[in-house]
């Protein structure tokens, strides 16, 4: 009796000899990163030195890591947003109403709306008080985007416009000084020698990263941004996803608002996270996270706002005009991005390759080419 035939087996997909697998996004501001750190190593006298002055660990890079914490709180909300294919203009303005609803319940202002409120002794309450009206600004802005189909730059730019205007109300458009230890301390303090700032942008990172790594929530977002109507299909509730997004962003933006309130003692709503959402837009971008939505690095994202204040950080030290940070910050997101783009990279190494070859003919014309007569 015949065997039958053997089914045939499945022909694995080999890639090309000398085809390299693309470099991850990340590398790129890595990269961009590094090579200004090496900048400041050799221009910017004592950058790398490390001091403990008032058991706080002091140095530029300490300095560069404290400042850019409301950026990189802004941006972490921000890769949510964008993956799902959306954006949030209004989270600097989310900073400032936080800020002013923060010291007006702390201070109690006499024209204040809020100053009927008398709980001006239990700070740890106002901070989740804060914290849960920005949570609830961010729903807001969820709201528009996912039941009612608005345009996400346009239901943003809503809030964007109103909230310092509401800010100014709640503060009767006066500089509030906030009198408390216990506030201050969230910005001023350290702990083990850390900044806090630098540490609640550590675990804000941690539990995002567990939040969207080791739970369903990551996929559904990226599902959304990458394809809307396949996501429906598959049963994923975009609107749901959606409303999350946005919400965790204005939860991380009122965390964001409270922290430069505790440094300087002081709520000013016309310039608390004035263009932060721009600076956070770029740090997403930076971080190799398509506008477009889908895939997304909460990672690649703090690195971009590292880079951000980095850059800024060696302005200032330098003593250029401040203005120039502006064009270089531009200058260093079109460089990142072509770098990124694989149709640039090819580009690229086509030139590369032809500049070598025409090297390369030159040098055997002149009878340099290393070949032995």
Request: glycine share 8%; hydrophobic share 55%; charged share 10%.
């Amino acid at each position: 009796m015949t065997q039958p035939p053997a089914a045939p087996q499945p022909v694995l997909p080999v890639a090309p000899r000398g085809e390299r697998r693309p470099l991850p996004h990340i590398v790129w501001p890595l990269l961009a990163l590094a090579l200004l750190l090496i900048f400041d190593f050799f221009f910017v006298p004592g950058f790398f030195q490390f001091t403990i002055r008032d058991g706080r660990l002091q140095s530029s890079l300490v300095d560069i890591l404290n400042r850019g914490v409301p950026v990189m709180l802004l941006a972490m909300g921000m890769t949510l947003v964008i993956a799902t294919g959306g954006v949030d203009l209004s989270v600097g303005s989310i900073m400032a109403i936080c800020s002013a609803v923060a010291a007006c319940l702390i201070s109690r202002p006499p024209n204040s709306p809020l100053s009927i409120i008398d709980i001006s002794s239990h700070i740890y309450l106002i901070v989740v008080i804060t914290m849960l009206v920005g949570l609830l600004l961010g729903m807001w802005n969820g709201a528009l985007v996912a039941f009612l189909n608005l345009q996400p730059i346009i239901a943003t730019l809503i809030l964007m416009v109103a909230g310092r205007g509401i800010a100014q109300i709640l503060t009767d458009s006066q500089k509030i000084e906030i009198r408390s230890d216990i506030f201050t301390a969230i910005s001023r303090g350290s702990f083990l020698g850390v900044r806090n700032p630098i540490i609640i942008a550590a675990v804000a990172f941690i539990v995002m990263a567990a939040f969207t790594r080791l739970t369903a929530a990551g996929l559904f977002v990226e599902s959304v941004g990458n394809n809307p109507a396949a996501a429906r299909i598959a049963g994923i509730r975009s609107s749901f996803v959606k409303l999350m997004a946005y919400a965790i962003t204005g939860l991380l933006a009122a965390v964001a608002g409270i922290i430069p309130a505790a440094d300087i003692a002081l709520a000013d709503p016309p310039s608390c996270g004035l263009n932060f959402e721009l600076d956070a837009i770029l740090a997403v971008v930076i971080g190799g996270t398509a506008l477009t939505g889908g895939r997304f690095s909460l990672l690649g994202t703090i690195v971009g706002a590292i880079l951000i204040q980095a850059l800024t950080t060696t302005v200032l030290n330098k003593g250029f005009n401040p203005n120039i940070t502006l064009v270089l910050k531009a200058g260093v997101v079109i460089t990142v991005c072509l770098l990124q783009a694989p149709k640039f990279r090819k580009l690229a190494n086509t030139f590369v390759s032809m500049l070598l070859r025409i090297l390369k003919w030159k040098l055997k014309l002149l009878g340099l080419s290393g070949k032995p007569a």
